[in-house]
């Protein structure tokens, strides 16, 4: 079946940098785009970028601009978040998504979450 | 402040209707981006509910539907179930940020 399989819990010091990867399986990786979002502690969804699996290209929220970089490696089917200079406003779960955000099709598969604290 | 607005919460008893509010502006919504609808269960991942404005994945219940008009839109809820109570999530694309946006999110109360 579809899915997207994201890495572990991570626990970082403030102004360390964390990478988290989100997996595919179950359909070719190149045909959709990979979104990452982000959800702090009672908190609604925040939208923090997007990258075509085809072409590398990305589109990054204005607030996360410089600090995140959005990778995939088609060779495994992977797609990574890295984000920089981390704060404790940056703990909070991050989820991957196939989709972008202005395509027809919404983000129809999510990764299951990886928690990233910064303390 | 999120970009597109939706009432924080909302409530209903068993098999009552309930709509939820997503209400953005002439750079999202309004210039004719798709929106989409998510909930999201407790300590669960978003699962995605309507796409395209009023279109339902495979698998979800036609008790749920969505709409859209001008710079609004809504999903509504028939037959509400006890398992219907989450949060849900409006999202579309904002041409003036070039970046996806979401609503604040609803919670859902099943009375």
């Known amino acids: 079946q579809v899915q997207l399989v994201q890495s572990g819990t991570e626990v970082k010091k403030p102004g360390a940098s964390v990478k988290v990867s989100c997996k595919a399986s179950?359909?070719?990786?190149?045909?959709?785009?990979i979104s990452w979002v982000r959800q702090a502690p009672g908190r609604g969804l925040e939208w923090m970028g997007w990258?075509?699996?085809?072409?590398?290209?990305?589109?990054?929220a204005q607030k996360f601009q410089g600090r995140v970089t959005l990778t995939t490696d088609t060779s495994t089917g992977t797609a990574y978040m890295e984000l920089g200079s981390l704060t404790s406003d940056d703990t909070a779960i991050y989820y991957c998504?196939?989709?972008?955000?202005?395509?027809?099709f919404g983000m129809g598969v999510w990764g299951q979450g990886t928690t990233v604290t910064v303390s | 402040q999120s970009v597109l607005t939706q009432p924080p919460s909302v409530s209903g008893a068993p098999g009552q209707r309930v709509t939820i509010s997503c209400t953005g502006s002439?750079?999202?919504?309004?210039?004719?981006?798709?929106v989409h609808w998510y909930q999201q269960l407790p300590g669960t991942a978003p699962k995605l509910l309507i796409y395209?404005?009023?279109n339902r994945p495979s698998g979800v219940p036609d008790r749920f539907s969505g709409s859209k008009s001008g710079t609004s839109a809504s999903l509504a809820i028939t037959g509400l179930q006890a398992e219907d109570e989450a949060d849900y999530y409006c999202?579309?694309?904002?041409?003036?940020?070039?970046?996806?946006?979401f609503g604040g999110g609803t919670k859902l109360t099943v009375l």
């Open positions: 998504a196939r989709g972008g955000a202005s395509n027809f």
């Open positions: 179950g359909y070719t990786f190149s045909i959709d785009n």
């Open positions: 990258i075509s699996t085809s072409n590398g290209n990305t589109n990054y």
């Open positions: 002439s750079s999202n919504i309004g210039a004719g981006f798709d």
């Open positions: 395209g404005s009023t």
């Open positions: 999202q579309s694309y904002d041409s003036s940020l070039s970046e996806g946006v």
